[in-house]
């Protein structure tokens, strides 16, 4: 029996060792990837710049994951200040004959579409050839794909052209029937991030609100597609209303598409445009190659920064998101560096924690003191998003940004009924008479709600100072276009929310001018992290959970989940918008 258990123990370590050498040799691997994974790129003549399937185009370093839950994943994450960059420059390349879309499900925000459509119009611009090709095509592919001159679609295939629609998902009834008690405290009758556990229907307000934007939004997008296939509105809308899109021969006639052919033949359609020979090879450079191209990875002499804020915006010490504690010192090191002349704040938030807002708005009013301080609205630029721009001495926005949502509220669940049935009951000792202003199960004290009251109340007028500061109005002037609303950037500059509607490289561009600059480098910060730099951020317990439980119910499911569960809906006054619109 004794050499039995010297057996198995000695087996025990044997495998931990080897799982450790295994461990170890893993992470080796990932290490040595990440710092010799750069190849140079040269483009070659008669090429032809392909956006594929592969591409997902995305806001801030921030996003970019290297996880070891998606080691299979093969999309090349680009920025959408390099990919914009890179069509510009294609279009002066005489290697670059042109550019082929090769888009099914396209990953990349409304703004970012936007801003890649426009490019490739410029691009047009210099006479080489914009084609597309798609097979099952979403929405947001069709969007970018029918700026083309020619756009193919397999004889199987379809276009999910369907216009925008959004699903409000709420949750009265299922804390009642569960013996969930949820105390809210909101400014603002547009604030509707809190509608959810307060009804079990979409307000007015609401309605009003959510059928403004979606219209703004694909009024704005619709009639870019319709005018890139050469179609009325009215035509359009219908084509759109009964989804001839979706039936392959119904896209030819309603001249969604040119002509159905195979990928094969589309191929040859390229080569021929080329004038390639039978044995000729048909050069094809990915946007993220060509980007590396001429990509200059150690940039010197005057910089314009790109400080990217994306994400919800909280309390802490994170890299994902925005955490207050890091953008602070990202905040502090730019105002110290000599060699940045300029900052542009890329904004594509949400909102969140007023606490965190506060903070950082705080550090960009003394960076600005010292430098011009330029803002760039992505997709969102709401509630706490908004607020943290209020340090710039110039707003962009983007026509289809999600904007404003001046508005505060605070979310505090209990569960006292649900305890109760189930035998849990609580007593209360304290020494003070508002110790336990709010328990989570017993919620909060008439005295809790009164103070809650007068902090959300108090943050709002806060909020609203710091807006009329910068937009240069009256208090009754922003409170009258608050209330929580969200508005389009078409919108939100008609009503003096923002300066200019304009791109990120038009921010770049102004901030530049205003620091005088006439020579200048653009860098990112944070900066991307390695391979191996994310892979250790995802050995944490939380993570891993989280991604576990993502990966079975999908990511839909697991952010309504978000919702009832979030640990930061607890106890804090919040400016944070609901909506994520996205046109697929």
Not at 74 to 86: G, M, P, T
Not at 181 to 193: D, L, M, T
Not at 275 to 303: M, P
Request: with cysteine; hydrophobic share 40%.
């Amino acid at each position: 029996m004794k050499s039995f258990f010297k057996n198995v123990l000695a087996n025990i370590v044997a495998i931990v060792l080897l799982c450790f050498v295994f461990f170890f040799f893993f992470i080796i691997m990932i290490a040595v990837g990440s710092m010799g994974g750069e190849k140079s790129v040269s483009v070659k003549k008669n090429s032809v710049l392909t956006i594929n399937l592969n591409t997902t185009i995305i806001d801030s370093p921030t996003e970019e994951q290297q996880s070891i839950f998606n080691m299979k994943n093969k999309n090349s994450n680009i920025l959408i200040y390099d990919a914009v960059e890179a069509i510009h420059k294609a279009k002066e390349d005489d290697n670059i004959k042109g550019i082929s879309i090769e888009v099914d499900n396209f990953n990349a925000g409304t703004t970012q579409i936007d801003d890649l459509r426009s490019a490739i119009e410029d691009f047009k611009k210099s006479g080489k050839f914009v084609y597309a090709y798609g097979n099952s095509v979403s929405q947001a592919s069709y969007y970018l794909g029918s700026v083309a001159d020619q756009y193919y679609l397999n004889p199987s295939g379809g276009i999910e052209l369907k216009g925008l629609a959004t699903e409000v998902t709420f949750f009265k009834d299922f804390a009642e029937k569960y013996g969930i008690g949820i105390e809210v405290i909101r400014h603002g009758k547009f604030k509707s991030a809190v509608e959810p556990f307060l009804r079990n229907d979409i307000s007015p307000e609401n309605q009003e609100q959510l059928s403004t934007l979606l219209n703004d939004i694909w009024g704005n997008t619709s009639s870019k597609m319709a005018a890139s296939r050469k179609m009325k509105a009215e035509e359009f809308k219908t084509v759109v209303d009964s989804l001839y899109g979706m039936i392959p021969d119904l896209s030819l006639k309603y001249k969604l598409a040119d002509k159905l052919i195979q990928k094969t033949e589309y191929d040859q359609i390229i080569r021929a445009k080329l004038n390639l020979k039978a044995s000729d090879k048909l050069n094809r450079v990915s946007l993220h190659k060509y980007i590396d191209s001429f990509t200059d990875k150690e940039k010197s002499g005057d910089r314009v920064a790109v400080l990217y804020a994306s994400g919800s915006i909280n309390n802490g010490d994170e890299y994902n998101e925005i955490y207050s504690e890091k953008y602070i010192k990202y905040i502090k090191d730019l105002q110290e560096d000599d060699k940045v002349k300029a900052v542009v704040l890329r904004i594509n938030s949400p909102g969140g924690s007023a606490n965190a807002s506060d903070e950082i708005l705080f550090e960009l009013q003394q960076l600005k003191k010292k430098k011009p301080l330029v803002v760039s609205f992505g997709d969102y630029a709401a509630s706490g998003g908004y607020y943290i721009a209020m340090g710039a001495d110039k707003i962009y926005s983007e026509p289809n940004t999600l904007t404003g949502s001046i508005g505060v509220f605070g979310v505090m669940p209990y569960f006292k009924d649900i305890a109760n049935k189930n035998g849990v009951r609580s007593d209360i000792v304290a020494t003070n008479a508002n110790s336990a202003y709010y328990s989570s199960l017993h919620g909060l004290t008439p005295y809790g709600v009164n103070l809650m009251t007068r902090s959300v109340e108090g943050t709002y007028k806060r909020f609203v100072h710091f807006v009329t500061q910068n937009r240069k109005k009256t208090f009754e002037q922003i409170d009258s276009v608050g209330g929580g609303r969200v508005w389009s950037g078409v919108r939100a500059k008609e009503i003096g929310l923002v300066d200019e509607l304009g791109t990120l490289n038009d921010a770049v561009k102004f901030a530049a001018q205003k620091a005088n600059l006439k020579s200048y480098n653009v860098a990112s910060y944070p900066k991307k992290m390695t391979a191996f730099e994310q892979i250790f951020e995802d050995l944490n317990e939380d993570d891993i959970s989280a991604r576990v439980i993502k990966n079975k119910i999908g990511k839909a499911n697991y952010e309504v989940l978000e919702q009832l569960t979030d640990e930061k809906l607890k106890s804090e006054v919040k400016m944070e918008m609901p909506y994520k619109i996205k046109i697929n």
